[in-house]
C-alpha cells in the first residue's frame, strides 16, 4: 500500500553535489559534534496522494551500535513522519505513535534510527522531499 516515490543513495566520496547538502551535515554535526560517521545519505520524493494514511512503519537500523537518524525536509509540504514508541528489531505490526512532525522546509528533525517511524504522503502538494541522514557519533 506505499505510494509512488523516488528514492536516491548518495555516495558522498564522488557527489556532485556534495556541497549543496553540506549545510544539512554540518548542522548535525554542530549538534552532535564533529565526530561523525554518515552511514547512508538518502532523498525520497513521495507523490501526491488520496489517502492520509501513514506508511508502512520501519527502522533504519535494527540492532547494533546506537546510531541516529535525520530528517531534513527540502520543501514545503504536507505529509507528516510518524515516530512511534517502539523500537526494533522487532515486528511492526503493533506499535503506537509516539508523535507527528508536519514537514516545513528547512526543518531537520534527530531521533534513534532503532525507533519505528513511518512517512506519510502530501494530499495538498505535488511532491514530499526528505533528506535522510543516518550517522552515528564516535567517541574516540
Not at 525536509?73 to 505513535?97: A, R, W
Not at 534527530?110 to 522531499?129: E, G, L
Request: aromatic content about 10%; proline content about 5%.
Amino acid at each position: 500500500g506505499n505510494p509512488f516515490q523516488f528514492t536516491h543513495t548518495v555516495n558522498l566520496e564522488n557527489c556532485p553535489y556534495v556541497d549543496t547538502i553540506r549545510p544539512v551535515l554540518n548542522a548535525i554535526a554542530t549538534q552532535f559534534g564533529s565526530n561523525l560517521q554518515i552511514i547512508k545519505v538518502k532523498f525520497n520524493l513521495l507523490t501526491r496522494s488520496t489517502s492520509s494514511d501513514y506508511h508502512l512503519p520501519h527502522t533504519d537500523i535494527d540492532e547494533g551500535e546506537d546510531c541516529y537518524s535525520s530528517i531534513y525536509y527540502v520543501n514545503e509540504s504536507d505529509g507528516d513522519t510518524y515516530l512511534f514508541n517502539e523500537f526494533g528489531p522487532k515486528e511492526s505490526n503493533d506499535i503506537s505513535i509516539r508523535s507527528q512532525v508536519s514537514p516545513q522546509k528547512g526543518k531537520l528533525v534527530v531521533f534513534d534510527a532503532r525507533r519505528f517511524h513511518a512517512s506519510s504522503s502530501p494530499i495538498d502538494n505535488d511532491v514530499r522531499i526528505i533528506m535522510n541522514v543516518v550517522f552515528k557519533v564516535n567517541n574516540d
